[in-house]
């Protein structure tokens, strides 16, 4: 069921924009009061990347274990989660509001990423299951363009309109390289028909 549901996304990009937008200099503005619970994204590997949680297990910035690579953590722990687990918005969850409220209930794993220049992601995809579970929405706010940033979907490099929301197949391949300081928001999405339905409704027509 929720193949179909992200194919029917999918038939109209690979990355699309929505309409979904606020001021990016009003939301770092918001996050200032938060600078003492950013930490280490992914501290298994390189330096370079801090998240903030939006979401986590227990509404708290711990970053333990949403700020970690899941499938690492649930080996290590023998344990069971996937980005659907993180129910739980913290503090900064209101700074997300314009994201966040179209799809409340349906939110899981989400947080701010800042990157420092040479921070990078290596190429990955965040699925190889047979039925995605959710989806991903992308929010640049500070020098996601090249050449500051480069967020190479496939082999596209990708321009964005800071502080609007975008979808991403991120079941692709793609990686990202900062050059400068840069800072996004990433939503992981519940895949069923109202998510899917608010999505595209909401699609930015070009």
Known sequence: MTTSLYNSILQYGTKFST?????????IGELDIFSSKWRP??????PGREGLSVY????????????D????????HQVELNELSFKEPTEA???????????????????FIRMDGGGFFPPH??????EPKSFRLL????????????????????????G?????????????????????????????EDTVSTLLTNMEWK
């Open 139 to 162: 929010v640049p706010l500070m020098d996601m363009n090249p050449p500051q940033t480069w967020f190479m979907l496939d082999r596209e490099a990708l321009l964005f309109e800071h």
């Open 41 to 46: 994204y992914n501290p298994r590997k390189k």
């Open 164 to 192: 609007r929301a975008y979808f991403i197949n991120t079941c692709m391949e793609h990686t990202v390289f900062s050059c400068y300081p840069s800072l996004f928001l990433v939503l992981n999405i519940a895949v069923n």
């Open 19 to 27: 309409t979904f937008y606020e001021d990016p200099k009003k939301i």
């Open 69 to 76: 690579s899941i499938r690492e953590y649930c080996i290590k």
């Open 125 to 130: 995809r965040d699925d190889k299951s047979i």
């Open 56 to 67: 986590s297990l227990d509404g708290g910035f711990s970053g333990i274990p949403d700020l």
């Open 93 to 111: 969850a209101r700074v997300a509001a314009t994201y966040i409220e179209p799809f409340e209930g349906h939110v899981g794993r989400s947080h």
